[in-house]
């Protein structure tokens, strides 16, 4: 049973909520370099090699009896489990409150017991703030979500405010934009980079939602992973914070379409779908406030991480 003077002594593994996914395998990877303990839970198999310092757990988020025994052990929580995209639950709030929402709140709940604990979830940049009026837009403008997808990222996001105002935990929430890179698994409904660079690999037509004018924000998986490091080796101090992280560049799809041409060295085949009330028109994401807590910035711009994504996926 957990209890309010349980802590922890010494130091204590760096768990990973939804850790089996493309995200969570490059920093649990990242964190066994520097020489992290590092737990990941997961309802995946496990993708990852035999390690002395990692232990994976398969199980569900809602098991109230492994949530215990786990927050016990780690000091750390990440949390990127996600159940959905925006236009999975287009229509379906109950399915992401009962995916998303519920799920997370129950972590919540039981931290309120354990003092001490630093969190860093997973939110969206590319979402919340719906389309802002300004580009780059920053933390203070205004969240509009466009789709049930976004409500219940902000929802979550002001859980977890709730729990710092106990003085006891460091919460960080970070609001991430497109993230690509090599070892990203191909998914019908999420990671436009993948999915075009497929298509281009098989000479097949790439979909787009409206006339491809949207804008969008590309971050490449090192300079996630970097920022995540930067933000553990920050001073824990009870609070809440929030940062964008994005690579500050906006582009169109069509403009990634011909990125992504000149690198594959033919046309890609467009073949354009109604536009979608959920999808974000433009958004690019002003990351200067995690620079100045951390001196963060992205180190690898859109071509080259199209590159190194187009050469591991031909290989």
């Known amino acids: 049973m957990i209890r309010s003077a349980d802590r922890l002594v010494g130091p204590s593994p760096i768990l990973l909520l939804g850790g089996a996914g493309f995200l969570g ?25 035999h390690h002395p310092r990692l232990r994976y757990v ?15 052990q780690c000091g750390t929580i990440v949390f990127l489990a996600s159940e959905s995209v925006p236009g999975s639950t287009a229509r379906k709030p109950l399915t992401e409150i009962d995916g998303n929402l519920r799920p997370l709140a129950a972590w919540i709940e039981d931290l309120f017991a354990l003092p001490s604990r630093r969190i860093i979830h997973l939110s969206s940049g590319g979402t919340v703030y719906g389309d802002p009026q300004r580009l780059p837009v920053a933390e203070e403008a205004p969240l509009r979500p466009l789709s049930f997808h976004a409500a219940i990222k902000l929802a979550a996001e002001q859980c977890w405010r709730v729990l710092a105002r106990d003085g006891q935990h460091d919460v960080t929430v970070l609001r991430p934009s497109n993230i690509y890179g090599p ?27 409206g006339d491809g004018q949207t804008v969008r924000d590309y971050l490449y998986i090192d300079d ?59 958004i690019v994401l002003d990351s200067s406030a995690l620079t100045a807590a951390t001196g963060w910035r992205p180190q690898v711009d859109l071509d080259a991480g199209l590159r190194r994504s187009w050469d591991w996926l031909r290989t």
Do not use: M
């Open 183 to 209: 070892g990203q698994p191909l998914l019908s409904h999420f990671g436009v980079i993948r999915k075009l660079l497929e298509v281009a690999l098989r000479g097949q037509a790439f979909e787009i939602w």
């Open 25 to 49: 395998r490059n920093l649990a990877q990242a964190l066994l370099n520097r020489g992290s303990e590092v737990l990941v839970l997961s309802r995946r198999p496990s993708p990852f090699e």
């Open 224 to 282: 996630f992973v970097d920022a995540c490091l930067q933000l553990l080796q920050l001073p824990a101090e009870p609070g809440f914070r929030v940062f964008n992280l994005g690579a500050g560049e906006g582009v169109s799809l069509l403009e990634l379409c011909r990125r992504v041409e000149a690198i594959c060295g033919h046309a890609v085949t467009r073949r354009h779908l109604p536009a979608r009330t959920v999808d974000v028109r433009r």
């Open 58 to 72: 398969q199980g569900d988020l809602s098991d109230a009896a492994l949530r215990a025994d786990l927050l016990a």
